[in-house]
């Protein structure tokens, strides 16, 4: 998959999370829709692009999920 494409989409779903009130929850949240909606090679991707490139163009509340919960995402 193209790492664009998925920092687009992570995004999305971290700007839709972003809205609650309790961030570590809205954090927690990001992670578990990502484990449990994406593809196991989508979320591979994902996190090696975080590895590879510091996560470059991912809003703070992705990184900071993918950061906090990266192993249970895998």
Do not use: C
């Amino acid at each position: 998959m193209n790492a664009d494409h998925l920092v687009t989409m992570a995004n999305q779903i971290g700007s839709f999370f972003e809205t609650m009130p309790d961030r570590q929850q809205a954090v927690a949240d990001i992670a578990e829709h990502l484990k449990k909606y994406w593809e196991p090679r989508m979320r591979r991707s994902l996190l090696q692009h975080v590895d590879g490139r510091g996560g470059a163009q991912l809003t703070g509340i992705v990184q900071e999920a993918l950061q906090k919960h990266s192993a249970s995402i895998l």
